[in-house]
């Protein structure tokens, strides 16, 4: 499975990304599901949601066969995922509404001040480690 995120591509990941053993973003297709959540402890909103099902109240998910959207607030989209070809999903990620810099853009996958752009990142039991 492919997963395009801000520029970059991650194939055959079994973790998007990373923070400190937590398993901040993974994705999983047949139908499309997302995984995400912060890590215990963390300043930032608590989230966690596994497989399209969220474990407590912070955050709404929608979903289809081929897209999921994981919103705060019912109206910020946290995470926005569309399975745009068999076993190909485009991910759009902004994290900054909860309190954590990670976001996407046309330049790449910004971390704080980092930006990881155009890489290409293939079977990794974690395909960007954060802290």
Known sequence: ???RLG??????????????????LQVA???LRITMKTPAGSPSVPVDVTENVPQNG??????????VSILYNDEIALCVAVEIEAETVLVRLDLRPIGINVYDDANG?????????RNRIASAAVGLQLG
């Open 109 to 117: 996958l910004h971390v704080g001040q980092n930006a990881f752009a």
């Open 1 to 3: 499975m492919e997963v």
């Open 58 to 67: 912070s955050v709404t998910v929608r979903h289809g066969d081929t897209s």
């Open 7 to 24: 520029t970059n591509t991650f194939v055959d990941c079994g973790i998007v990304i990373g923070v400190a053993g937590t398993p901040l």
């Open 29 to 31: 297709t047949a139908p």
